[in-house]
Nanobody, 120 residues
Framework: QVQLVESGGGLVQPGGSLRLSCAAS????????MVWYRQAPGKQRELVAHITSGGSTNYAGSVKGRFTISRDNVKNAAYLQMNSLKPEDTAVYYC??????????????WGQGTQVTVSS
């Protein structure tokens, strides 16, 4: 089984920064990508940032230039550095891993989410 645990959320003022972490554990033999999503109250879950096993990244237009995704392949971890935060970034942030417990796996695993609140 694969487990994901997010951390690093909290309350921050507009213009501030936070760094989210996602630690994956279990018998992981394949990671194709790690992805950060977010879901604000009353809205659908949306992709924030995506990083492949090779290090290629992709961002939602609303966070490009402010957020940076990175990963540590040795630790099976992913990070989301969030700068210049805005009130509209307020949401529960979820980590997603695409991979699994056998070579070539492409299953989806989710963390429990971490709350980010941007408010003065």
């Amino acid at each position: 089984q694969v487990q994901l645990v997010e951390s690093g959320g909290g309350l921050v003022q507009p213009g501030g920064s936070l760094r989210l972490s996602c630690a994956a554990s279990g018998r992981i033999l394949s990671i194709n990508a790690m992805v950060w999503y977010r879901q604000a109250p009353g809205k659908q879950r949306e992709l924030v940032a995506h990083i492949t096993s090779g290090g290629s990244t992709n961002y939602a237009g609303s966070v490009k230039g402010r957020f940076t995704i990175s990963r540590d392949n040795v630790k099976n971890a992913a990070y989301l550095q969030m700068n210049s935060l805005k009130p509209e970034d307020t949401a529960v942030y979820y980590c997603n891993l695409k991979g699994g417990t056998y070579y070539g796996a492409s299953d989806d695993y989710w963390g429990q989410g971490t709350q980010v609140t941007v408010s003065s």
